[in-house]
């Protein structure tokens, strides 16, 4: 079964740091391009960070770019978000989305359950 | 970046056809795709490309697209459809990785 199972939620101080992962299996990892999609509580979804295949290209939105780090690691089957410098509007839902294309068609066709990211003192 | 649009709220009667539209000047370089939500749950991906449906998606899902606007229309909408809705498409600045989504729909079946 194709899967993504996200873990590393939790509750952290403004300013600190967390690192999510996000554990891939049923597919072959390396093949695929990942993101991180977030939603606020109550809000739409929002695109976070995108990494190539090889985890050579790599973009992020700008709402988190120099305070987030994503990257993965092919012989774990894993995805990772590195969170620094952490604001209280970054408390959301985190999932990993896989990307798929197809003739020139983008979409994110597998996604995790969610680790939730909360942010208060 | 681009930003996609689409009504806040929509409601339909039960077995009726709803269409949901996203409006954005990515959509005249990348065809949209659509994502349902549910209450506590993920997104899953439901319309890809011009009009492609992931297996198990059913039938009664449809899209279309138009210069810069993308459809998503359900025809004979069942009380399970009442959900969040999506539009994505890749972000038209040049960088193929970055992507943006749509302010979401919520659909209501009557």
């Known amino acids: 079964e194709v899967q993504l199972v996200e873990s590393g939620g939790g509750l952290v101080q403004p300013g600190g740091s967390l690192r999510l992962s996000c554990a891939a299996s049923g597919f072959t990892f390396s093949s695929y391009e990942m993101n991180w999609v977030r939603q606020a509580p109550g809000k739409g979804l929002e695109w976070v960070s995108y990494i190539s295949s090889s985890g050579s290209t790599i973009y992020y939105a700008d709402s988190v770019k120099g305070r987030f780090t994503i990257s993965r690691d092919n012989a774990k089957n894993s995805l990772y978000l590195q969170m620094n410098s952490l604001r209280a509007e970054d408390t959301a839902v985190y999932y990993c989305?896989?990307?798929?294309?197809?003739?020139?068609?983008?979409?994110?066709?597998?996604w995790g359950k969610g680790t939730t990211v909360t942010v208060s003192s | 970046s681009s930003e996609l649009t689409q009504d806040p709220a929509v409601s339909v009667a039960l077995g009726q056809t709803v269409r949901i539209t996203c409006q954005g000047d990515s959509l005249r370089s990348y065809y949209a795709s659509w994502y349902q939500q549910k209450p506590g749950q993920a997104p899953v991906l439901v319309i890809y490309?011009?009009?492609n449906r992931p297996s198990g998606i059913p039938d009664r899902f449809s899209g279309s697209s138009s210069g810069n606007t993308a459809s998503l229309t359900i025809t004979g909408a069942q009380a399970e459809d009442e959900a969040d809705y999506y539009c994505?498409?890749?972000?038209?600045?040049?960088?193929?990785?970055?992507?943006?989504f749509g302010t979401g729909t919520k659909v209501t079946v009557l």
């Open positions: 490309g011009k009009n």
């Open positions: 994505n498409s890749r972000d038209s600045s040049g960088n193929m990785g970055v992507y943006v």
């Open positions: 989305a896989r990307d798929d294309e197809r003739d020139y068609y983008y979409y994110m066709d597998v």
